[in-house]
């Protein structure tokens, strides 16, 4: 039995079951708010959730047997000239308790219990580069955190339009690492850190590579971030939004191809993923079971998952159609988890 | 001391509809009552101390700001804006 948490428009759901099987809408919290992302820790069995109400403002709350109690400290300093607009990501960390949590304005947020109170990573908010940081189309949103399998010390970030940021000294000290990264909507030549990542992902058994998809191109890293050479080629286009990746093979990774960014639904009206097994160098279409005329998804940075690894690995991916759709077999086939949800934000699977 | 009346889970979170409060103006009014009720904290006042965007305060019936002076016996009502709500 799989659990899938859905974060959309219009509140929490969670579905249990399977792609073979079908999946039943066994939860919705927060209804009629907007749930951007929220995962199941599965060290504690808690669900965080962060909720943007347009009203109340964006607050993360933790799920415990059925009660939610709103997290301390997920907010920017008191009397400033910032608020925090939105969380976009919670990622557990390698140390027992603590999560981070990425959000607008660019901020980086840590727990060391649980997730129940959090503290603003004051480093990267003090970043001297930071007044000359941008927003992309999202907000300035940090939507991608990367940890390193046993060191807890190593994190890589990506935010939108403000590259990646890495540290190896437990967020003492930040760098850059966009070196390689060509952004098409700047000039040629342009210096600029005007990088917009969609997404960033580590694979786990070969922690120096990661993958990305970025506002135009296909990336990869084999030196843990700091430099990056462009993979896009044979895909029907190299804009998107989310990547996965199979934890049990560091030469995988999975994409969800848009038309471009002026079109940012599935190209000609298909609706399929793209699989490579050989870090990059060809791309295999997965479509099987995807729908494949009259398709015009757009789907999320947050709205693509994994679970399990090699032939069993799961994915699901959700749509703000209100479609969700789920493969057991590592996207060989596909079958629909879910219709008709609000427009989704996120997929998380329990793991 | 001023009257603030609070709707939906703003209530719920303040333990109660209606709070008596002391402040001059309605920044200093929202503050002390999110203080007292921390349960409240960040709801109405973002980290600036401005009043959410999507939250409209009415003193006496008439629309406030931050900085709309409080007398003693003013009635001051907190709600959510139609503007915040989407399809």
Known sequence: MTELLVGTKKGLFALEGSPRDGFEVTLRAFAGEPVEYALRDPRTNRILAGVISPFYGPKLFVGENGAWEQAKGVELPAGGKEALERIWVIVPGEQDGVLYAGGDPGVLFKSTDGGLSWELVRSLYEHPTRPGWSPGGGGLCLHSIATWPGEPDRLALALSAVGVWLTDDGGATWRHGNQGLGARYLPEGTESLSLCVHDLQRAPRRPERLFMQFHGGVYRSDDAGESWTEIGDGLPSDFGFPLAVDPADPDSAYVIPLTADMDRTTPDGRVRVYETRDAGATWTPRGDGLPAEHAYLTVLREAFAGRGEGPELELYFGATSGDVFGSGDAGATWSCAATRLPPVYSVRCNA | ?87
Do not use: C, Y
């Not at chain 2, 101390?49 to 931050?66: C, D, L, P, S, Y």
């Open chain 2, 1 to 87: 001391m001023a009257l603030v009346r609070l709707r939906g889970p703003l209530k719920q979170l303040a333990g109660g509809p209606e709070h008596a409060v002391a402040g001059a103006t309605v920044a200093e009014l929202l503050t002390a009552l999110e203080r007292d009720r921390p349960a409240l904290h960040g709801w109405i006042l973002d980290e600036r101390g401005r009043i959410r965007r999507h939250i409209n305060v009415f003193v006496n019936g008439e629309r406030g700001g931050e900085d709309t002076a409080i007398g003693a016996d003013d009635r001051v009502d907190v709600l959510p804006a139609i503007s915040g709500g989407s399809a």
